[in-house]
């Protein structure tokens, strides 16, 4: 069974930092793609970054160099490094994983983690 585990969101005022990761277990096979989405109170969920096999990038307009995300293959864990932060950027984040090549993963998904950025 997969699990993914996400850790490293918390409080942070506006223009600080946080490094989110998300560690994916109990898989015979490794993940193409590897991937972040947020959700804010009353909005639907959006896709922020995604990272697939070649280790190529890509984000959102709302994020673009701000955040950067990264992988571990060894580690099958996926981080999203998150600086310059905005009130808006307060939200849940979760982890997605996906055994396709996508910018877009969906097939399995982590519990999510808060992020709040005071102004």
């Known amino acids: 069974q997969v699990q993914l585990v996400e850790s490293g969101g918390g409080l942070v005022q506006a223009g600080g930092s946080l490094r989110l990761s998300c560690a994916a277990s109990?898989?015979?096979?490794?993940?193409?793609?590897m991937g972040w989405y947020r959700q804010a109170p009353g909005k639907q969920r959006e896709w922020v970054a995604g990272?697939?096999?070649?280790?190529?990038?890509n984000y959102a307009d709302s994020v673009k160099g701000r955040f950067t995300i990264s992988r571990d293959n060894a580690k099958n864990t996926v981080y999203l490094q998150m600086n310059s932060l905005k009130p808006e950027d307060t939200a849940v984040y979760y982890c997605?994983?996906?055994?396709?090549?996508?910018?877009?993963?969906?097939?399995?998904w982590g519990q999510g983690t808060q992020v709040t950025v005071s102004s």
């Open positions: 990272i697939f096999s070649l280790d190529l990038p």
């Open positions: 997605a994983v996906d055994r396709g090549r996508t910018w877009y993963p969906n097939d399995y």
């Open positions: 109990g898989s015979s096979f490794s993940f193409n793609a």
